[in-house]
T-cell receptor, first 115, second 116 residues
Framework: GAGVSQSPRYKVAKRGQDVALRCDPISGHVSLFWYQQALGQGPEFLTYFQNEAQLDKSGLPSDRFFAERPEGSVSTLKIQRTQQEDSAVYLC?????????????FGDGTRLSIL | AQKVTQAQTEISVVEKEDVTLDCVYETRDTTYYLFWYKQPPSGELVFLIRRNSFDEQNEISGRYSWNFQKSTSSFNFTITASQVVDSAVYFCALRGESSGTYKYIFGTGTRLKVLA
C-alpha cells in the first residue's frame, strides 16, 4: 500500500512477556518516528531514525524499550518484560526528509494491552 | 520549553453547525511549525494543514479554515457546516527549531462529535 503500515493491529501480552511491533514506512521516506499514545492523550515522542541511524531516543521511557531500523526501511519497536503501564497505542510515522516543515504520515498504530 | 494546549476536551454540535477548535502554543523559538491532524476512530492520524511561524496568512480549504495569530500564540481550526463524518479527535502539534530531531509536540486533542 501507499501508506505507513503497522503490525500487528492489536497485541495482547501477559505482564513480563516481550513484544515486537513492526512499522513499514512509506517507500523512500528517510525519517521514521515512533510515538506512544495513552488513552485520551496526544501522542508522545519515543524515538527518531534518519535512514538506519537512530538520532534521538530521548523519549524511550526505560531501557526495556528498544528500537531498530537496520536497513533504513522497516523498523521494529521491542518492549522487554512488559508492564501494565506499557499498555497504549504505538504509532509509527514517516516523512520524506527530515525537514521540519515536512508533515509526518502516520500508520493506524498497534494497540498494546498488557494483562 | 514547548507546549501545546487544547483546552476543549470534547465538543458536540448538530450537523450543519459551525465549530471552532482552539489551539494555543508556547515556544521560545522564533522559527517554528504548526500542524493540525485528524484522528478518526480507525486510529490513523491524518494530516490536515501546516503553517510556519513566518506565514500568518489564514487559509480556507473547502469547509475548513485556519486562523493563525502569533500575537496570541493561537492556531485555531474552524469547520463550517459540520458533517457527521467530521466526528473525530483533532490534534494540534508544534515543531520548533529547538526540538532537535523534528519531533512533534502534540496537544491532548479535542474530540468532536457531530450529531445528525
Amino acid at each position: 500500500g501507499a501508506g505507513v503500515s503497522q503490525s500487528p493491529r492489536y497485541k495482547v501480552a501477559k505482564r513480563g512477556q516481550d513484544v515486537a511491533l513492526r512499522c513499514d514506512p512509506i517507500s523512500g521516506h528517510v525519517s521514521l518516528f515512533w510515538y506512544q499514545q495513552a488513552l485520551g492523550q496526544g501522542p508522545e515522542f519515543l524515538t527518531y531514525f534518519q535512514n538506519e541511524a537512530q538520532l534521538d531516543k530521548s523519549g524511550l521511557p526505560s531501557d526495556r524499550f528498544f528500537a531498530e531500523r537496520p536497513e533504513g526501511s522497516v523498523s521494529t519497536l521491542k518492549i522487554q518484560r512488559t508492564q501494565q503501564e506499557d499498555s497504549a497505542v504505538y504509532l509509527c510515522a514517516s516523512s520524506l526528509t527530515g525537514g521540519r516543515y515536512q508533515p509526518q504520515h502516520f500508520g493506524d498504530g498497534t494497540r498494546l494491552s498488557i494483562l | 520549553a514547548q507546549k501545546v494546549t487544547q483546552a476543549q476536551t470534547e465538543i458536540s454540535v448538530v450537523e450543519k453547525e459551525d465549530v471552532t477548535l482552539d489551539c494555543v502554543y508556547e515556544t521560545r523559538d522564533t522559527t517554528y511549525y504548526l500542524f493540525w491532524y485528524k484522528q478518526p476512530p480507525s486510529g490513523e492520524l491524518v494530516f490536515l494543514i501546516r503553517r510556519n511561524s513566518f506565514d500568518e496568512q489564514n487559509e480556507i480549504s473547502g469547509r475548513y479554515s485556519w486562523n493563525f495569530q502569533k500575537s496570541t500564540s493561537s492556531f485555531n481550526f474552524t469547520i463550517t457546516a459540520s458533517q457527521v463524518v467530521d466526528s473525530a479527535v483533532y490534534f494540534c502539534a508544534l515543531r520548533g527549531e529547538s526540538s532537535g530531531t523534528y519531533k512533534y509536540i502534540f496537544g491532548t486533542g479535542t474530540r468532536l462529535k457531530v450529531l445528525a
